[in-house]
């Protein structure tokens, strides 16, 4: 889909609104919501990682090991806001917003106690 220019600073504004919440927010879940919003707007504008076909083996790619820690749920026992400081690492080191999310609904099942308060 390609945007007019007004459609276009539309989506560039709702992406600086959305990315102002995500900065003051606390919850683990609506941040991982936020990051999916700032996922489609990006998508939206066209910007991103653009792979083209043989550029990029996956084999030989140095992936930060925070990543692969948080995957087998390496850090399932911390507190909320150390999963948080996690959770924000992990999104920097470049997981995917459905990965991470997938780490956060690990993370509530790993302790049913979580789910209650």
Known sequence: MSLNSMQRVRVLANLGKVRKELHGETNPMKKVRFLSQIAELRK????????????????SHNEDPI?????????NEQDADEFKA??????????????????????FAFDKERLAA
């Open 67 to 75: 990543l692969e820690k948080y995957r087998v749920g390496a850090f």
């Open 86 to 107: 996690t959770m924000e690492k992990v999104y920097q080191a470049g997981m995917p917003i459905d990965e991470l999310a997938s780490g956060v609904n690990n993370w």
């Open 44 to 59: 939206q504008l066209g910007i991103g990682i653009k792979v083209q076909e043989n550029t990029v083996d996956i084999a």
